[in-house]
Nanobody, 121 residues
Framework: QVQLVESGGGLVQAGDSLRLSCAAS????????MGWFRQAPGKEREFVAA???????RFADSVKGRFTISRDNGKNTVALQMNSLKPEDTAVYYC???????????????WGQGTQVTVAS
C-alpha cells in the first residue's frame, strides 16, 4: 500500500513561483510512475504533469514551459516546481501513482489529500 502526502501550497501573487512536494510511504516508490493533478472549484480534476520511474516527463499544454516535475527516489518524493503562476492555476493539487505508461495511462491510484494553491491577481 502507498500513502501520499502533498505539501507546499499557499497563497501567492501572479507571476510568483511555488514548489509542491509529494511524500510517499512504502519501499517500491522508485518503480512507480507518478503524476500531479489539480481540481479547481466547480471543475473536473485535470492532469498537470507526470514523471516515469526512469524520469521521462509529460506536461499538460496549459503548464508546459512554466512547470517542471522531478523525483528524488532516495527521499521518496516527487516535486512540482511551478513558475510564472497565473490565477488560472488556482486549485487543490494532488499527486497519485500512475498506472501504465505516462503517455497512455490506464488509471491513477493512491491519491493524496491535496494541497491548496491560490494565485491572486
Amino acid at each position: 500500500q502507498v500513502q501520499l502526502v502533498e505539501s507546499g501550497g499557499g497563497l501567492v501573487q501572479a507571476g510568483d513561483s511555488l514548489r509542491l512536494s509529494c511524500a510517499a510511504s512504502g519501499r517500491a516508490f522508485s518503480t512507480y510512475n507518478m503524476g500531479w493533478f489539480r481540481q479547481a472549484p466547480g471543475k473536473e480534476r485535470e492532469f498537470v504533469a507526470a514523471i516515469s520511474w526512469s524520469t521521462s516527463t509529460r506536461f499538460a499544454d496549459s503548464v508546459k514551459g512554466r512547470f517542471t516535475i522531478s523525483r528524488d527516489n532516495g527521499k521518496n518524493t516527487v516535486a512540482l516546481q511551478m513558475n510564472s503562476l497565473k490565477p488560472e492555476d488556482t486549485a487543490v493539487y494532488y499527486c497519485a501513482v500512475v498506472r501504465g505508461s505516462i503517455w497512455s495511462p490506464t488509471g491513477y491510484d493512491y491519491w493524496g489529500q491535496g494541497t491548496q494553491v491560490t494565485v491572486a491577481s
